[in-house]
C-alpha cells in the first residue's frame, strides 16, 4: 500500500533528524 | 510509549517513538545547554516526506469507498502537516540561535507531532481495513440468517453458493488479520472463533440436508431437525459476532501486562 510506504518514509526520516538533533545533546551530557 | 496493535504499525513506529522519548530525556537532561547542530537538511527529508504522505493520502481519500476514511484522514493528515511545519520554524530558529530553548521545545514538539500525526493516519487506515474485513462477516451472517428458510435441496444448492465464497474470505482474512495482532489474546480468540466456524459449516449443511429429507418424507422428526439447524446456526452467529468485536479491539488487556 502506497501510504504504508509514505508512512515508512516519514519515520524513517524523523528518525534521521531526531538522531541528529540528539547527538548534540548526548556530547554534552 | 504509546502501544501499537498490528505488527505493520508497530514496525513503523516503534524505532521512532523510541528515538522521539530518547530526545525528550535528553533535551531535558541537558538543560538547553549545548549548542544544535544544522538540522535543515534531515528537516527538509522530513518535509518532503510529509508532502509525499499529504499527497498519497488526498488520493487515498478520494479514491475510498469509505466514508469513515473519508472523514477521518484529512484530521490526521492535517495533524502530520502542522508539526511538520514546526519542524521547519525550529530549524529556522536554530540557524538564528543554536542555543534557542524555544526552537528545541518546537524541534521535540514537531517530532511528538510527526509520530502522532502517523499513528492516527495508520490508524484510521488500519480501520478502514478492519471495516472491509467486518463486511464480509456481515455477508455471512446476512446468508445465515437465511438458513431456516431453505427447504428444497435447489435452494440449498444455491445457499452454498453464496456463503461459501464469504465463508472463504473471512477465513482467508481474519487469518491474515490475526497474524498481524501484537495483542496475543486477541489472536487467540480469533483462531479459536475461526476454528469453530469451519467446524460448525459442515454440520451446518448436513443438518440442513437432514431437514430437507425428512420434509420430503413426509415431515416427522422436521421440528427436531429445524430445532438441531437453528442450534447451530446460532452458534455459527455467535462466532461470527465474537469475530466481529475482537477485530475491532485496538487496545491491551492489562491482565496480560501484569
Redesign the interface.
Known sequence: ????E???????????????????????? | MPVFHTKTIESILEPVAQQVSRLVILHEDAEDGSAMPDLEKPVQAVSRAVMNLIKVGKETINCSDDPILKQDLPSALYRVEGASRLLEEASAMLKQDPYSGPARRKLIEGSRGILQGTSSLLLCFDESEVRKIIRECKKVLDYLAVAEVIESMEDLVQFLKDLSPSLSRVSREVGAREKELTHQVHRDILVRCLDQVKTLAPILICSMKIYIHILSEGGKGAAEAAENRDYLTSRMTGEILEIIRVLQLTTYDEDEWE
Open positions: 500500500e502506497v501510504i504504508l509514505a508512512a515508512k518514509s516519514i519515520a524513517a526520516a524523523t528518525s534521521a533528524l531526531v538522531k541528529a538533533a540528539s547527538a548534540a545533546q548526548r556530547e554534552l551530557i
